[in-house]
C-alpha cells in the first residue's frame, strides 16, 4: 500500500499567516493527489484535485502543488473560516489512502 | 444541487451485520462511481472501499481492512449505493461516508460530493 505522511500534525497560526502543509508518498504517484478540508463535526470538503486543480468554490487563497512524491497546500493569508484539519489523499493505486491530518488552530 | 444522504447507522453487536444506504439526488448517478469512507473517534479518514459505474462492469475494490466482510452494491434504478457490514468488529466503530467518485482525464479519482455521514457504533 501506499503510504501517507503529512507534516506537521498539528500548526497554530493567526489570522493572515501563509501556511504550508506537506504531503509525501511512500512512492511516486505521479500527480494523483487531493487534498480535503474537514471541520468539526462535519462532512470532509473537497479543496484540490490532480494535485493543483482547484474545486469549484475553493477561494484562491488556497493552492496545492507538487508531483510525484512530494506535494503542498498553502494557504496564502489564513482566514477565520480556515481553521480545520486538512487531508491528503492519494488516487493513483487502491488501496486509495489518506495522510493522518493536519490540524490548524487558532494561535 | 448534489445531496448524497447515508442511513442504516447505528449500535450493534460484535459479528452481526449491518447495511448502510447512500440515497443520491441532484445528479445522474448511473454516470459515477462511489466510495464509502470512514473515520473512527477522534481519528482520521480511512478509505473503505469503492464501486465502479454499472457501464463498467460495478466493480469492487476494497481496503484489507473490509475485504471478505464488507460488499458494496448500487441500485441505479433507486439511487442508491449500500455498504452490507458483516461479522462486525468493535473497531469498525465509526462514522461511515459515502462520496461520489469523479474520474478526469482517464486518471485522477476523487471524492467532490461527500454525504453527513452514518454513525456506527459495534459494541456487546
Known amino acids: 500500500d501506499i503510504q501517507m505522511t503529512q507534516s506537521p500534525s498539528s500548526l497554530s497560526a493567526s489570522v493572515g499567516d501563509r501556511v504550508t502543509i506537506t504531503c509525501r508518498a511512500s512512492?511516486?504517484?505521479?500527480?494523483?493527489l487531493n487534498w480535503y478540508q474537514q471541520k468539526v463535526g462535519k462532512a470532509p470538503k473537497l479543496l484540490i484535485f490532480?494535485?493543483?486543480n482547484f474545486q469549484r468554490g475553493v477561494p484562491s487563497r488556497i493552492s496545492g502543488s507538487g508531483s510525484g512524491t512530494d506535494f503542498t497546500l498553502t494557504i496564502s493569508s489564513l482566514q477565520p473560516d480556515d481553521f480545520a484539519t486538512y487531508y491528503c489523499q492519494q488516487s493513483y493505486r487502491t488501496p486509495w489512502t489518506f495522510g493522518q491530518g493536519t490540524k490548524v488552530e487558532i494561535k | 444541487e448534489v445531496e448524497l444522504v447515508e442511513s442504516g447507522g447505528g449500535l450493534e453487536q460484535p459479528g452481526r451485520s449491518l447495511r448502510l444506504s447512500c440515497r443520491a439526488s441532484g445528479f445522474t448517478f448511473g454516470d459515477y462511481g462511489m466510495s464509502w469512507i470512514r473515520q473512527a473517534p477522534g481519528k482520521g479518514l480511512e478509505w473503505v472501499g469503492f464501486i465502479s459505474t454499472t457501464a463498467d462492469g460495478a466493480t469492487t475494490e476494497y481496503a484489507a481492512s473490509a475485504k471478505g466482510r464488507f460488499t458494496i452494491s448500487r441500485e441505479d434504478s433507486k439511487n442508491i449505493a449500500y455498504l452490507q457490514m458483516n461479522s462486525l468488529k468493535t473497531e469498525d466503530t465509526a462514522v461511515y461516508y459515502c462520496s461520489r467518485v469523479r474520474l478526469v482525464g482517464g486518471d485522477w479519482y476523487y471524492f467532490d460530493h461527500w454525504g453527513q455521514g452514518s454513525l456506527v457504533t459495534v459494541s456487546a
Open positions: 490532480a494535485a493543483s
Open positions: 512512492e511516486s504517484i505521479s500527480s494523483s
